[in-house]
């Protein structure tokens, strides 16, 4: 039996019939210690852009709000999936799932307990998004006593609310309990788009969903590793890996590379080592 190809190859053997799904935070921008600092680089917009041109389609999905994924992704033709995927933006169009709506107040909410409780607690950050809100303790003087505090103030919030609380790197976040994630949301694409190949890549606990969605649809599962940050399980999940953002971004370019010279009726890269 063959070997499989490499996400490369596989994503380049018909470009026009590919898909590609990146996450945004840890993904396609650095991780960094404010989150209303995280951005991607120009390179990496300007390589989207390339890829998008090449692939049959590309877009872009994080739990950050719809409005936050516009200001940073400003690459014409790339879908973009805010909220896990409560919001979208397409062909100029913007779209929330109407049963989130209910929970809008609840979720400010929150937002205000949060704000209260940990008003005197340094380095702890309250961000407010459009349909949740999501405590940081990256910045913490002591990160173990306030992701403990976090975690039973968020508890509480949800029992009492109704709000779901989910968990990634150094952060909880309360959710309206509804059943849209990241995984529904590939699922959307992808019966939308119809694509022969399809890849995600993910680096955190909120993208497992989309993983094991396109792992089942025998695509491939992309993981910026982070270290020590990275849980395991996503590891697990993957087909290939990469150490950070910026081998990432590389990989990007290669793609983008090579899907043009497949465009063009070029050799396509080939024997690129697999990272696993």
């Known amino acids: 039996m063959s070997a499989r190809p490499s996400a490369l190859e596989a994503l380049t053997a018909q470009p026009a019939l590919a898909g590609l799904v990146c996450d945004f935070d840890g993904v396609l921008a650095p991780i960094v210690a404010d989150p209303t600092t995280s951005v991607m680089g120009s390179e990496v917009g300007v390589t989207l852009g390339r890829l998008a041109s090449s692939l049959g389609f590309v877009a872009v999905i994080s739990g950050r ?146 993983l094991e969605k396109v792992h089942d649809a025998r695509g491939y599962v992309l993981v910026v590793d982070h270290g020590d940050e990275t849980d395991p399980r996503l590891l697990k999940l993957a087909d290939e890996s990469f150490h950070g953002t910026e081998a990432f971004a590389s990989w990007l370019i290669e793609l983008a590379d090579a899907a043009e010279r497949y465009r063009l009726g070029g050799p396509l890269i080939r024997n690129r080592p697999v990272e696993r």
């Open 65 to 210: 709000p719809l409005a936050f994924l516009r200001e940073r992704v400003q690459v014409p033709g790339i879908p973009l999936l805010g909220s896990y995927g409560i919001e979208r933006f397409r062909d100029g169009q913007c779209y929330m799932a109407p049963e989130a709506q209910e929970w809008l107040g609840t979720a400010r909410d929150a937002g205000d307990q949060l704000m209260k409780h940990f008003a005197n607690w340094p380095g702890v950050r309250i961000e407010e998004k459009a349909v949740s809100v999501a405590a940081h303790w990256r910045q913490a003087d002591d990160q173990a006593a306030a992701s403990a505090e976090i975690r039973l103030v968020t508890a509480d919030i949800a029992a009492t609310t109704g709000l779901r609380v989910d968990f990634g790197k150094l952060v909880a976040e309360l959710r309206p309990p509804i059943d849209v994630d990241k995984g529904s949301a590939v699922a959307d694409l992808l019966a939308q788009e119809k694509p022969k190949v399809i890849a995600y890549a993910g680096d955190d606990l909120g993208d497992i969903p989309a």
